[in-house]
């Protein structure tokens, strides 16, 4: 019989829910959190056992991110580093590391056989994360999906702010100088690569394998050349990188032997 | 977590803040004199010779941050603020009662407190080395013992003669290899107490003021821990993983680090901080002429505002052997530059020791709490 794990990466704008049968994931659900982190888990979980035509009690429940406290029926519960680490692990084996690009937070973990060994976070300041990225679109008047069209690949206007308040200002700024809105977005996108290699750097990588880009914005494959331009490795993404989290909380449950 | 009893002693221990504010009142009632000290780098013996009272201030609370900050910089470690906040909003019960405040040129940040705390306070400032090598430094820190010393006298009227000084040297190394024999308990795995239980007593022990009632207490607390242990009571599982938190003065406030590093599936077996073994290890000289020991002993004190800081790196590597430690958390208060600049230095040193390294950076405030909560147990989900 297979063993079901359903995977729920509680982020704090996406709930993101992913069903595993041990080996790789069969289905993968993303829906908005909302006000209540436990709510929009539990419908989600709803959702992808109604249409496996599985229950309850087939699946070990594993939950993880910023509001993984708030889902109480889950099983069992891991870090989102943890989960990111791993479940990159199971989309990409052979990778050096992960970079994360959450809504609050930005991590950079590093992983060597197998296990994680190096973690760096940056969780004080929203500079580098998606926050950041969302309000820099906002101010543009631009839609985040529409970021690899808009932005001028070749060139930017450098934003040279590292605190989010601040580069706002900096962007109104611009703006009022009618400079060149895609040189601009490319600016902030190299702003958010340069955040990722103060830790990047800390951590130390040797560059003998590529590091996995995970969550949403991993979509975006501008950034992800922009990143590695500034870290100087190689970044890859994987279609499911925006479920590395759900699918690694299945991993730890698996492995933990919560089932 | 199935518990012995804890010794009463302990919760004793838990109070004694509290408990010395009455203490130190009742003690100014009967003639004493009260020295305020803020850093461990005050050679208290000199002040207990003298007959007088030496208390730790108040400096680990945010609840005075917001009145400092009217005149202080935001931007600057919360260790200062909250104590120069304590003492104009006479919070402090121990600073309202000092008859003298002892500062010493540690960091930027707080020489300068001392400056503004002389506006209203007796403030009595010493001139610390920045390094710990060469004669230079030593000559001019045993110049500003016997400074302290004279200073002392003349401000209670008093002689410190050898025998009262050398007593005072007995009994602080008496306390200190107390201290030390109870944080050395937690070498055993499991260790007997947890590291929020082993703070308190840490903490609480500077504000006991009766030193032989004190070092009485610790015995018993010691005995008693260990005979449970050895009866078998175990009050941390086997399987947490053993953590030494370093970096800057941690208690009150940021013992939140501790709460998640024990909520998460570790504990804190050793600390190497000012609340432990960084005051606790070195004893002053008993045979050498006093002053000069004294001296040379609180010159050695491994703090990031010396250049270098072989002291703390040397402790540092020693203690995660002893304490067969699974992983080192620092702790750095915001602004802090020394300590967030050694942190570098910290983590290549664990990286050669092959010891697991997390940093983190927080203030007195309460609104990481959830943050320091995933980053430490992430750390701690990472430990093999
Ligand atoms: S960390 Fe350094 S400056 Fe601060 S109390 Fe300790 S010895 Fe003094
Ligand atoms: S923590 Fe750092 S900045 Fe704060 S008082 Fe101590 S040495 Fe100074």
């Known amino acids: ?259 | 977590m199935s518990g012995s009893a804890l010794p009463s002693q302990f919760e004793g221990f838990a109070d004694a803040r509290k408990q010395g504010f009455l203490t130190v009142k009742n003690l100014k009632d009967e003639g004493k004199n009260v020295v305020g000290v803020f850093c461990t780098y005050s050679p208290v013996e000199v002040v207990l010779a003298a007959g007088a009272v030496p208390v730790g201030i108040c400096a680990f609370s945010d609840e005075t941050i917001a009145e400092a900050e009217k005149v202080l910089p935001r931007n600057l470690c919360p260790l200062v603020k909250s104590s120069y906040g304590f003492a104009i909003t006479e919070k402090c019960p121990y600073i309202y009662f000092s008859d003298l405040i002892v500062g010493e040129t540690t960091c930027d940040g707080k020489k300068k407190m001392y400056e503004l705390l002389s506006d209203f306070k007796k403030v009595h400032v010493m001139q610390l080395p920045q390094t710990q090598s060469g004669e230079t430094a030593k000559e001019m820190w045993r110049k500003e013992v016997s400074l302290l010393k004279d200073k002392i006298e003349e401000e209670f009227g008093v002689d410190i003669t050898d025998e009262s000084i050398k007593r005072a040297i007995r009994v602080k190394n008496e306390e200190r290899k107390l201290l030390k024999e109870f944080y050395e308990l937690s070498k055993s795995c499991p260790p007997p107490i947890t590291g929020t239980e082993q703070l308190k007593v840490l903490y609480g022990s500077q504000f006991k003021f009766d030193y032989a009632q004190k070092n009485k207490e610790l015995r018993a607390t010691i005995d008693k821990i260990k005979q449970d242990y050895e009866n078998g009571a175990r009050n941390v599982p086997e399987s947490a993983k053993r953590i030494l938190i370093t970096g800057c003065p941690l208690a009150g406030a940021t013992e939140k680090i501790v709460k998640a590093i024990e909520e998460s599936g570790g504990v804190v077996v050793a600390y190497e901080n000012c609340m432990g073994a960084k005051t606790a290890e070195r004893l002053v000289d008993e045979n050498d002429e006093p002053y000069k020991a004294i001296a040379d002993r609180y010159l050695q004190i491994g703090c990031s505002v010396m250049t270098p800081n072989n002291n703390r790196y040397e402790l540092l590597s020693r203690l995660v052997k002893e304490f067969k430690v699974d992983g080192v958390v620092e702790m750095t208060l915001q602004a802090c530059h020394t300590y967030a600049v050694e942190t570098a230095m910290i983590r290549k040193l664990m990286q050669k020791e092959n010891v697991p390294f997390t940093s983190v950076e927080t203030d007195y405030s309460t609104s990481d709490a959830a943050q320091l909560k995933t980053r430490l147990a992430a750390f701690i989900e990472m430990l093999p």
């Open chain 1, 1 to 259: 019989m297979t063993k079901w794990f359903v995977g729920i990466d509680s982020g704090s704008a996406l709930c993101k829910t992913a069903l595993f049968d041990g080996k790789g994931v069969t289905d993968a659900l993303a829906v908005k959190t909302g006000w209540n982190p436990g709510l929009s888990a539990a419908e989600s979980l709803g959702c992808i056992l109604k249409r496996n035509s599985l229950s309850r009690g087939d699946v070990c429940v594993s939950s993880t991110g910023y509001g993984r406290e708030a889902i109480d029926f889950a099983d069992c519960s891991f870090t989102e580093i943890t989960c990111h680490a791993f479940g990159g692990m199971n989309l990409a084996p052979g990778i050096e590391g992960v970079i994360d690009i959450g809504g609050q937070d930005s991590k950079v973990i590093q992983i060597e056989g197998g296990r994680v060994t190096n973690f760096m976070m940056n969780d004080k300041c929203a500079a580098g994360t998606g926050r950041f990225l969302n309000m820099s679109c906002e101010r543009l008047g631009l839609r985040l999906e529409d970021i690899d069209e808009f932005a001028d690949p070749d060139e930017a206007i450098p934003v040279n702010n590292m605190c989010a308040v601040f580069a706002e200002s900096e962007i109104i700024g611009l703006l009022a100088m009618q400079k060149d809105r895609s040189k601009i977005m490319t600016g902030v996108l190299q702003s958010i690569a340069q955040k990722i290699r103060q830790m990047t750097g800390k951590v130390g990588f040797t560059g003998t394998a590529p590091l996995l880009m995970t969550g949403g914005l991993s979509k975006s494959a501008l950034l992800i050349r922009i990143i590695a331009q500034a870290i100087s490795l190689d970044v890859i993404t994987h279609e499911l990188a925006l479920f590395a989290g759900a699918v690694g909380a299945c991993v730890c449950a698996g492995d933990k032997g919560r089932w």
